[in-house]
Every structure is written in C-alpha cells, then in structure tokens.
C-alpha cells in the first residue's frame, strides 16, 4: 500500500533510489525484530530525496497522547535513524503530521502539536549525532498532508517524516 508515489509527476532519482535502499537495509540491521517502532518506519524515495517515515501503530503511539513528550521507544528508534543518516549527505527537513481527530487542550491544537513533535524529533536526531547545520527546515502541518487521505482519522496519519535532499 505505497501511498504517494503520484505525488508530482517526476520519478525519484538514481541517487535517491540507490540511498533509500541503503537505508532500508541498515534499518533492517538497527532494528530488533519486534521492536515497538521497527515497523512503523517506513523509507521511500521521492522526487525530492529520501523521506524516512516514522508513523504511529495501531497499538503503539510514538508520542504520550496529545504530547510532544515521545516515548522512550521513540527516542531510541531516533538515535538509531541519527547514526544511519549521520552516514549519509544532504540536507534534512523534519515534518509533523497529526491525524484529523479535532484535539484542543490547554497547550495544544493539531498545529501546535505538530510543530511541536517536529521540534521534539529535531532534538533527538541532534542528540543522536546528527549535524544540527544540515537541518533546514522542521514544520507542523497538522492534518493538512493525510499519509491516508481516504481515512483521515487513520494512526498511520500520525507521523513524522524526515527528508534528506540528495547529497552529493
């Protein structure tokens, strides 16, 4: 079930294809079969780079719900994700995804804690080793990019996607 592979009519590049295989296999190698997140990371090349993907399951939430407090799962997944990248070029963006569940509390709507996991991942992959100067961009885009646009509500939408341009 690849979703987004329309996005835009350009295919990926050699470079992008050749990297995202890369780093599927080493997060292969990172990670534990069974571990909480292992298969909630997802990576696929696209027009712009390489997007590592880390979604919500199901049964597992990567955040304390309505929070930017991440799991400790979360923050071991990141570590492992920072050294693979830390091998790579390139310059990185971080995204924030939340699904379409209307959510208000005292300190978040769906914006805010978008931006907010964003940040919370930038500090992790920063902490893992990863150049703070390659990052570029770290945004929120609450519910408005659904990973499942005909299941808005749906855990997968729940994500964070991290972009590496191409280096060379």
Do not use: C
């Amino acid at each position: 079930q690849e979703q987004g592979a329309d996005k835009g009519d350009k295919a990926p590049s050699k470079a992008a294809l050749q990297q995202a295989a890369d780093i599927k296999k080493e997060l292969a190698k990172a990670f534990l079969p069974g571990e909480k997140l292992a298969d909630g990371v997802s990576v696929e090349a696209t027009d712009k780079g390489v997007v590592i993907s880390i979604t919500d399951q199901l049964d597992f939430g990567m955040f304390e719900i309505g929070s930017a407090m991440p799991r400790r799962e979360l923050v071991l997944a990141m570590e492992k994700i920072g050294h693979i990248i830390n091998e790579k070029k390139g310059t990185i963006t971080i995204s924030g995804h939340t699904d379409a569940r209307p959510f208000r509390s005292d300190t978040y709507d769906n914006w805010r804690l978008s931006t907010a996991r964003a940040h919370a991942a930038y500090y992790m992959l920063v902490r893992g080793g990863v150049d703070e100067s390659r990052i570029t961009e770290v945004a929120g885009f609450a519910d408005r990019q659904p990973k499942i646009a005909s299941d808005p509500m749906a855990a997968t939408n729940r994500r964070i996607e991290i972009l590496m341009t191409a280096g060379g």
